[in-house]
């Protein structure tokens, strides 16, 4: 995904980044409340 270049429309491809690369979603600990448990993604 790093290498994705999308212009002329906003993307969420760092945010995407951020959650396959956390420890937790990679384990397979994510829940429906992840994404409010990591403000950093």
């Known amino acids: 995904m790093a290498e ?3 212009r ?3 993307t969420n491809t760092a945010f995407l980044q ?3 690369g956390d420890s937790d979603f990679i384990a397979g600990r ?3 409340s992840f994404v409010d448990e990591r ?3």
Request: contains cysteine; positive net charge; proline residues 7%.
């Open 4 to 6: 994705f270049r999308i």
């Open 8 to 10: 002329g429309v906003t």
């Open 18 to 20: 951020a959650v396959l």
């Open 30 to 32: 994510a829940t429906t």
């Open 39 to 41: 403000p950093s993604c």
